[in-house]
């Protein structure tokens, strides 16, 4: 299961993820940039990172990072974490494999829940290199998610 919060803005993304891990002691999360803030796409780049650690084929040191790697498409970490970084002043989706109690929620001024109906439809298809195309024909989601497939096995 995967929790997708929407935030304000986080200053300090180290220390807002200290605060999760503080709150949430083994739980995987990751803070990205609101665009990328698609509950589908968070879950299935969490699932090639766990994947890839079962099978030996991760290319970042821990599951966050391997996460973030995923949903960029990117095997490089700094270009992940480039890529996937929240905008200065834009509100940020914070993913988590538990669910945040309600202190957590406000301390990360949490305003909301996400789902794949929050897309970022623009960025997301421009990201991911999606024809007009092909999104006439197939959903966003499942595009974007072939992509990282795509990625995941080279």
């Known amino acids: 299961m995967i929790f997708v ?20 002691p083994g739980a995987l999360a990751v803070i990205v940039r609101r665009s990328f ?7 299935f780049s969490l699932f ?8 030996a084929h991760n290319r970042a040191r821990t599951a966050e990072l391997e996460w973030l790697c995923r949903l960029a498409c990117d095997s490089n970490v700094q270009a992940a974490l480039k890529a996937t970084a929240p ?4 509100a940020v989706a914070i993913a988590s494999t538990e669910a945040f109690p ?6 990360l001024g ?3 829940n996400v789902s794949c109906k929050d897309c970022d439809r623009k960025f997301l298809s421009a990201y991911y290199g999606l024809s007009k195309e092909s999104l ?7 595009l974007a998610m072939e992509k990282m497939a795509i990625g995941a096995a080279r």
């Open 102 to 107: 309600t202190a957590l929620q406000k301390e």
């Open 136 to 142: 006439a024909v197939y959903p966003l989601c499942g």
């Open 5 to 24: 919060y929407r935030a304000r803005p986080v200053e300090r993304v180290q220390a807002a993820l200290e605060s999760i891990r503080k709150s949430c």
């Open 37 to 43: 803030g698609c509950s589908e796409l968070l879950y």
């Open 48 to 55: 090639l990172s766990l994947k890839s650690f079962q099978m």
């Open 87 to 90: 905008v200065p002043g834009e």
């Open 110 to 112: 949490i305003t909301g």
